[in-house]
């Protein structure tokens, strides 16, 4: 294969990524590394540093949209990122320390917990208003506009949270990935944050933590300007697309077949892994 | 929040959404423009990253980035491209400081400048090991 017919057929690949990752919002990091490594047959550590660049790609082209509406909480955000990218960091540390059959074992692991988290029925917890001593020191309860008129919330078990977070963090700097459902698992079910204040939040946060360990990826020459080249533009084209036809898609079957996929991934990131032929 | 000022969170992060997409929109033109560089010279050779090389010094550092940028190098212009990326989330780091102590929220501006700080080490120190 040559770079003209590689970067187009890479190209093609990242746009479908962006876009189904657009569509059921786990992101299109979980899927690229593995169809990169898999089927294109490129170094774990190309593709790592290629996605990683195409999440920071979609969360800040996404932002704009997201804060118009309203619902991402900036303190929230603000306060979990320290977090985030301290553990990104030590994750980008890391992945510059172990092997890459190792990153590709973590890696099928946690696809197999996404399709576990993205198949399951969302549990919906009950809202209550005692609010929290430390959370209204840190000022983070907030409110959105629904239907009905503004609701307010209240945060709740923010150490919690806040160690959840430094976890996605790292997995995010090991594996070039948003791990933006780690982030949504820790707002919506740890803290009680509600899911769309939780999503959005979780996406203006993508990035900057992403960048965290995007500069460590760089100096490490994890970053190949060819490979993500055709990733970047074609996540961004991908997610752009999806984020358009989003109102209007049908987004339960989509998201049954995108973990079934992610399950398939996971199982093959998994052997490949363990067997140590990435 | 102050309404003396009239500076409010959602009017920070408005302006702060439109200084992202504009520098998404800015990279990935940067990242196109050396696309075509890139594959008008190297669109026959044989693509293969099989084996991890790491790449060269000079397209791991901002100064080596630059510089083959303006020799008109295509790789060196991607990676301009991808560099602009990485700094926009720092850049809306950096903007949010500004936004808070507008606000007159110090714990806030405060807790924003630590995720600054490490936002620029791994940038800029990390090369330093």
């Not at chain 1, 500069?215 to 999806?242: A, E, F, K, Q, T």
């Not at chain 2, 940067?30 to 000079?58: K, T």
Request: with cysteine; proline share 3%.
């Amino acid at each position: 294969m040559n770079v003209l017919e590689f970067t187009a057929l890479v190209w093609a690949g990242s746009v479908i990524a962006g876009l189904l990752g657009s569509l059921t919002g786990l992101g299109g990091g979980v899927v690229l590394v593995p169809l990169l490594t898999l089927f294109f047959k490129v170094d774990i550590r190309y593709a790592v540093g290629a996605s990683l660049v195409s999440v920071i790609a979609t969360s800040s082209g996404a932002a704009a949209a997201y804060v118009k509406e309203g619902f991402s909480n900036i303190r929230i955000g603000m306060f979990l990122e320290i977090a985030t990218t301290v553990g990104a960091l030590l994750g980008a540390f890391l992945a510059t320390r172990v092997s890459g059959s190792a990153i590709a074992t973590i890696f099928g692991f946690v696809l197999l917990y996404s399709a576990y988290l993205a198949g399951r029925p969302r549990v919906r917890h009950a809202f209550d208003d005692v609010p929290d001593p430390l959370a209204t020191r840190l000022k983070i309860n907030g409110s959105f506009p629904e239907a009905e008129g503004v609701r307010h919330y209240c945060v709740h078990r923010v150490p919690l949270g806040f160690s959840l977070m430094f976890g996605a963090g790292a997995l995010s700097g090991l594996l070039g990935i948003g791990s933006g459902a780690v982030k949504v698992l820790a707002m919506d079910q740890a803290m009680r944050i509600p899911f769309k204040v939780s999503t959005t939040t979780s996406n203006f946060m993508i990035g900057v933590t992403a960048a965290a360990s995007a500069g460590i990826y760089l100096n490490r020459g994890y970053i190949d300007p060819g490979l993500s080249m055709p990733v970047m533009l074609g996540v961004l084209s991908g997610s752009l697309v999806g984020t358009r036809i989003l109102v209007k898609a049908e987004t339960k079957w989509l998201r049954l077949v995108f973990s079934a996929i992610i399950l398939l991934l996971g199982a093959q990131m998994l052997y490949n892994g363990l067997a140590g032929r990435i | 929040m102050s309404p003396q000022t009239g500076w409010t969170d959602q009017r920070v992060e408005n302006i702060i959404g439109n200084l992202l997409r504009a520098g998404v929109i800015l990279s990935a033109l940067v990242v196109f423009v050396g696309a075509i560089v890139y594959l008008a010279r190297h669109g026959q050779e044989p693509a293969d990253y099989r084996i991890f090389r790491g790449e060269p010094s000079d397209l791991r550092h901002i100064s080596g980035i630059v510089h083959d940028a303006f020799a008109f190098q295509g790789r060196g212009i991607i990676q301009l491209g991808l560099l602009l990326l990485i700094a926009t989330p720092v850049a809306r780091v950096a903007f949010s400081i500004f936004g808070f102590a507008l606000e007159g929220d110090r714990m806030y501006a405060g807790f924003t400048l630590i995720v600054l700080a490490i936002l620029l080490y791994s940038l800029l120190g990390s090369s330093l090991y």
